[in-house]
């Protein structure tokens, strides 16, 4: 259950790292609300997580998942370039991920 709880945790990260772009600097309501709103749920299920996974590996797990969604949500909705060497680089990320969850 705390992979899945930390694996949730790194989407609602995706969620206020793309909806930075869209608070259009806090300007924006409903977006800096989202955006917020994601942010305390990523936290608190990390902090649900690391109860009873070690941290280095949660932390790192988190923002794995968090950086590699954000980049795709990046290509995908914002348009952000899918170069030969970016998606590589994302690979080597999920490689990493889940080396940590089969080591762990």
């Known amino acids: 259950m705390a992979w899945f709880l930390l694996f949730l945790a790194g989407l609602f ?3 206020w790292a793309i909806g930075l772009k869209y608070t259009d600097g806090f300007t924006r309501p409903l977006p800096t609300t989202l955006t917020v709103i994601s942010m305390v749920v990523s936290v608190v299920l990390l902090g649900i997580a690391v109860k009873t996974l070690p941290i280095g ?3 790192a797990v988190w923002t794995g998942v968090g950086s590699v ?16 060497s970016r998606l590589l680089c994302i690979l080597l990320i999920v490689a990493g991920i889940a080396g940590l969850k089969a080591t762990a």
Do not use: H, P, R
């Open 13 to 15: 990260e995706c969620g």
């Open 57 to 59: 590996t949660a932390y």
């Open 69 to 84: 969604g954000t980049v795709l949500l990046g290509i995908w909705l914002l348009g952000d370039a899918a170069t030969a």
